[in-house]
T-cell receptor
Framework: EAGVAQSPRYKIIEKRQSVAFWCNPI?????LYWYQQILGQGPKLLIQ????????DSQLPKDRFSAERLKGVDSTLKIQPAKLEDSAVYLC???????????????FGPGTRLTVL | AQSVAQPEDQVNVAEGNPLTVKCTYS??????LFWYVQYPNRGLQFLLK??????LVKGSYGFEAEFNKSQTSFHLKKPSALVSDSALYFC????????????FGSGTKLNVKP
């Protein structure tokens, strides 16, 4: 099966500019995650969707970050305006379902490396 | 609160020797435990998981992990390391009752020298 697709792979912008990342999960996967991975750290969850609804966005900086998954398939993460500290790899992941007691693993895309100058 | 600790930033091992990458966790209720590997400029790749049952879990590429409930640990092991195993390894946990977050450790860089 095809994996999780992300684009672009690399992006360089200046601070205060806007940027958008796109993710297409594995076909049929209901749950989609966006993570931020700063160099030297583990992934930090930004937002989690179940179909087209938000399950958890408690760590999303909502003053500048937004995400949507309008049709319950692909998703877009936007940063507006960007700050220097947003430089990181943004990872998208999906899993087939998410119910209490579900041990399904996540499948990750290759990530988008963002550099904010 | 749920959390994962990987106490070693880096592990060095000679090719052919056994390797261990350590992980301890804190979670309310029964844990679901995962190991992922990340190669440079790549996303995370699933290696193995513990859900229930046998404490020794076997995964991809000859890796295995042992779940120890009393020590709240889930160490990753391999009997004979390969140079190609050199990568960044992440442990993750999710509580069985909480269908929200996965919590990731900070990662351990494994260096396998020829």
């Amino acid at each position: 099966e095809a994996g999780v697709a992300q684009s672009p792979r690399y992006k360089i912008i200046e601070k205060r500019q806007s940027v958008a990342f796109w993710c297409n999960p594995i076909s049929g996967h209901a749950t989609l995650y966006w993570y931020q991975q700063i160099l030297g750290q583990g992934p930090k969850l930004l937002i989690q969707f179940q179909n087209n609804g938000v399950v958890d966005d408690s760590q999303l900086p909502k003053d500048r970050f937004s995400a949507e998954r309008l049709k319950g398939v692909d998703s877009t993460l936007k940063i507006q305006p960007a700050k220097l500290e947003d430089s990181a790899v943004y990872l998208c992941a999906s899993s087939s379902r998410l119910l209490a007691g579900d041990g399904n693993e996540q499948f990750f895309g290759p990530g988008t490396r963002l550099t904010v100058l | 609160a749920q959390s994962v600790a990987q106490p070693e930033d880096q592990v060095n091992v000679a090719e052919g020797n056994p390797l261990t990458v350590k992980c301890t966790y804190s979670v309310s209720g029964n844990p679901y435990l995962f190991w992922y590997v990340q190669y440079p400029n790549r996303g995370l790749q699933f290696l193995l998981k513990y859900i229930t049952g046998d404490n020794l879990v076997k995964g991809s590429y000859g890796f295995e992990a042992e779940f120890n409930k009393s020590q709240t640990s889930f160490h990753l092991k391999k009997p004979s390391a390969l140079v190609s195993d050199s990568a960044l390894y992440f442990c993750a946990v999710r509580a069985s009752y909480n269908f929200n977050k996965f919590y990731f450790g900070s990662g351990t860089k494994l260096n396998v020298k020829p």
